[in-house]
C-alpha cells in the first residue's frame, strides 16, 4: 500500500505535516492502548501500527522518500521471450523416469537391523547392569557398536543401490 495513503496525507505534504500524521495514527493505534481490548481488536490495531511505522520509515527518511517518488513500478518481464512454439513443461505428464521396484524383504530387514540392534543393546545392557554381569554388559556394548556401524553402513548402500538405478 501506499505511504501516503497510510498516513492519511498528500504526496506533495512536508516532512512537519508527515510527522503530525505519523504520530496521531501511532498513539491512536499503539498496542499500549489496546491492552484490554478483544484479540481481534488488538490484532487489527497491531497490523495497522507496523504499517504505520513502515510508512513512517519511508516517508520520515528524505533519501528514501526521495527514491520512493522518483521510483516507477515495472511490470514483470520475463528474462528471455517467450515463444509460442515451444512445449509448455506443465502440460508434460507426471511419469517417474523408472518405476522402482518394491522393497524386498531383504532390503526392509537391513533398513531395520541397526534400530534392533540398538534397542536389544539397550534391553540386554540394562538387564546385565540390574543382575550386575559384566559379560552380558560386554555383549550389549558389541551389539552398540554393530549397531553405531549399521547406522552408517545402510545408507551407504541405499545410495549406492540409488546410484546404481540412474544407469
Known amino acids: 500500500m501506499n505511504p501516503y495513503e497510510v498516513l492519511g496525507v498528500r504526496a ?13 495514527l501511532a498513539r491512536a493505534y499503539h498496542p499500549d492502548y489496546f491492552i484490554s481490548a478483544p484479540p481481534a481488536e488488538r490484532a487489527a490495531a497491531e497490523t495497522r501500527m507496523r504499517a504505520v511505522n513502515e510508512a513512517w520509515a519511508v516517508l520520515g527518511d528524505a533519501g528514501r522518500r526521495r527514491s520512493f517518488d522518483t521510483e516507477t513500478p515495472r ?3 520475463p528474462f528471455s521471450p517467450v515463444d509460442d512454439d515451444e512445449p509448455d513443461p506443465r502440460d508434460a505428464p507426471d511419469v517417474p523416469y523408472r518405476p522402482a521396484p518394491p522393497p524386498s524383504a531383504r532390503d526392509r530387514a537391513t533398513t531395520l537391523a541397526p534400530v534392533l540392534l540398538f534397542a536389544s543393546s539397550v534391553v540386554i545392557g540394562a538387564i546385565g547392569a540390574f543382575l550386575r554381569l559384566t559379560g552380558v554388559v ?19 548402500l541405499a545410495l549406492s543401490r540409488a546410484r546404481q538405478d540412474e544407469g
Open 75 to 77: 511490470p514483470f518481464a
Open 12 to 24: 506533495d505534504a512536508p516532512v512537519e505535516e508527515i510527522h503530525r500524521a505519523y504520530v496521531r
Open 138 to 156: 560386554a555383549i550389549a556394548g558389541v551389539l552398540f557398536l554393530l549397531a553405531c556401524v549399521g547406522f552408517l553402513v545402510v545408507p551407504l
